[in-house]
């Protein structure tokens, strides 16, 4: 029986985590779980359905909205009132990631899953890692403190990887060919995607997920994300990847080895799949989910990723060779252009562009005196360095943004 602590478990792929445990009570119980305290209905249903002895939420005053919810909740159901033990507060996921557990699932959204994920590599758990964020920003500092296997990637395409990687040697490795859905505007020139919406861009033609990773899949900087967590879990230099749009999302990524073959890792579009083997690995769990129809026609296409128009892969390429702190700055200044895109005072090719202006004004130390503004090289990298990056990328970015325009 593997114990799983769950970070993050109200959003997508926390809830989805917990509907594969559901389904085998048998291999897995849930130790604790964290979540922001954004739904505290849902976290109460969470500790009642899977009798949960922790819970840690970031925001401190929604304890005792959730011991009310459990009453209310305990009380529709007719059972006993549960009293897990809550830990409140912005270090709260933390102290959680670093208790007791086989296995811990960091699905939190963004630069706030650095922390836990450094928690749990020092307590020697193993990471079922959903949250790429932690592992890009922080580069060497994550990578370093990991044990060979500790971390399990959840993402669909770094499964993949995983996967097809185990058809031969690391030294036999030609590339890695990262596939991206092209997300809704696929096809579609720069020109026409000034007047967008972020209602516009949270129509994923093939995933359902939170809002912050629907936005960077429509501007194609998830897949500049997961650019940089190839490169560092699979340590495959950057220019030996390769993103293709595969508009059907069926094949999650391939492996090219030096004699000429491509192995692929294919199967219908669903999260229960990496997540099960992040939870299980190397080990398969029987019918997670459906395979693909070999029985009607079907057809797979590919086709080159338009730089020109989503110019967020080569943005985060540069980034990831520059390494040290400039990651953190792609990623801080995406975060704070995705809120000012979801609240309407940028346009959706601001996005980028404003990122561009922050990391080369970070790259070349041009930050207006900002301390944060220093670029760090591996070799100095710290978590001090790479948080001072991260709170400068948010900060320059919001400045650009309140000007209405990334310049």
């Known amino acids: ?22 389904s085998r009570r048998d291999q897995f119980e849930v130790a604790g779980i964290s979540a922001g305290g954004s739904d505290v209905g849902l976290l109460a249903q969470q500790v009642l359905d899977f009798s949960i002895p922790v819970v840690a939420i970031a925001r401190e005053d929604a304890a005792e909205e959730l011991m009310r919810a ?22 709260a996921s933390t102290q959680l990631a670093g208790m ?47 044990a060979p296997g500790q971390i399990v990637a959840v993402d669909s395409e770094h499964s993949a990887f995983a996967q097809c990687l185990r058809g031969g040697g690391r030294n036999e490795v030609r590339r890695l060919v990262l596939t991206a859905s092209g997300g809704p505007f696929r096809g579609r020139d ?26 960077n899949s429509s501007t194609l900087v998830n897949k500049g994300l997961e650019l940089l967590e190839a490169a560092l879990l699979y340590d495959v230099d950057l220019d030996d990847i390769t993103v293709v749009v595969h508009p059907q999302s069926v094949v999650h990524s391939m492996v090219e080895f030096w004699d000429g073959a491509t192995i692929a890792q294919a199967s219908p579009p669903d999260m229960r799949l990496p997540i099960a083997l992040g939870l299980s690995w190397p080990d398969r769990i029987p019918d997670t989910a459906a395979g693909c129809d070999w029985s009607t026609a079907t057809q797979w296409t590919f086709e080159p990723l338009d730089n ?91 400045e650009l943004c309140a000007r209405g325009r990334g310049q």
């Open 190 to 215: 720069r020109e026409s995607l000034a007047d967008v919406t972020a209602s516009d861009a949270m129509k994923h033609p093939t995933w359902n997920m939170g809002r912050v990773i629907t936005i």
């Open 70 to 91: 459990l009453a209310v909740q305990a009380g529709s159901r007719d059972v006993p009132v549960p009293d897990p033990q809550i830990l409140a507060g912005p270090e």
């Open 1 to 22: 029986m593997k114990k799983v602590i769950i970070l993050g478990s109200t959003g997508s792929i926390g809830t989805q985590t917990l509907e594969v445990i559901a």
């Open 100 to 146: 007791p557990a086989d296995v811990v699932c960091n699905a939190i959204t963004g630069a706030a899953g650095l922390r836990p994920t450094l928690a749990t590599l020092a307590a020697g758990t193993t990471l079922a890692l959903a949250n790429k964020e932690s592992l890009v920003i922080g580069g060497r500092l994550v990578t370093q403190a990991a």
């Open 308 to 398: 020109e128009t989503f110019g967020a892969v080569e943005l985060a390429r540069c980034s990831g060779k520059a390494s040290g702190t400039a990651p953190a700055v792609f990623n801080a200044a995406n975060e704070s252009c995705v809120d000012a895109f979801c609240e309407g005072r940028i346009g959706f090719l601001d996005i980028t562009d404003t990122i561009a202006t922050v990391l080369d004004e970070h790259l070349s130390g041009d930050g207006n005196g900002a301390p944060g503004a220093r670029h760090i090289g591996d070799e100095a990298l710290s978590l001090d360095a790479v948080l001072a990056a991260d709170s400068w990328g948010r900060r320059r970015a919001a």
